[in-house]
């Protein structure tokens, strides 16, 4: 099956500069995810989407992140305006959702590397 | 706060060399124990996962994995060690009742010398 695509792969930008992501997840998985990996650290999710319904935002920074899941598929997040200490890697992730979630995981993709200069 | 901790940042062994990377979380109730790893300029990828049953866990690539539910412990371990398990490992943990959220550890880098 195909994995979760995601798009830049890098991305380089000045503070205060917008930037988006963008990610298509495995098909049929209900469950989406973004990551923020800051080097040096383990991932930490930013937002959770059950189809195109937001689960969990608690550690999304609301005043400069958002993110989206029209029709429940695909999924942008935005950074508007991008700060230095926003570099990171920014992971997207899908699961099948419920107690598939608990027993298999996720599946990732390869991220998109951001720098913030 | 609850959390996932890793007990070493950085590891180095020369290969052949045996491998135990710690994990301990801080969650109560049932939890899922997942490690990941991620190979130089690579996405995430799973090595193993417990759920329940035999709490020694076999995964990819000859790792393995204790789980001891008194020690809150989820040790990853391999006999010997190649050049080419030289990556970041991530242990990851989905508590009870918190809506399938993975959490993560800080990752601990392997290098392994040829």
Redesign the interface.
Known sequence: EAGVAQSPRYKIIEKRQSVAFWCNPISGHATLYWYQQILGQGPKLLIQFQNNGVVDDSQLPKDRFSAERLKGVDSTLKIQPAKLEDSAVYLCASSLGGRYTSNYGYTFGSGTRLTVV | AQS?S?HNHHVILSEAASLELGCNYSYGGTV?L?W?VQYPG?????LL?Y?SGDPLVKGIKGFEAEFIKSKFSFNLRKPSVQWSDTAEY?C?V?PYNQ?????????TELSVKP
Do not use: D, E, T
């Open positions: 996932v890793q899922n997942f990941y690579q996405h995430l990828q799973l996962k759920f991530f990851a989905i809506g399938g959220k993975l959490i993560f550890g800080q990752g």
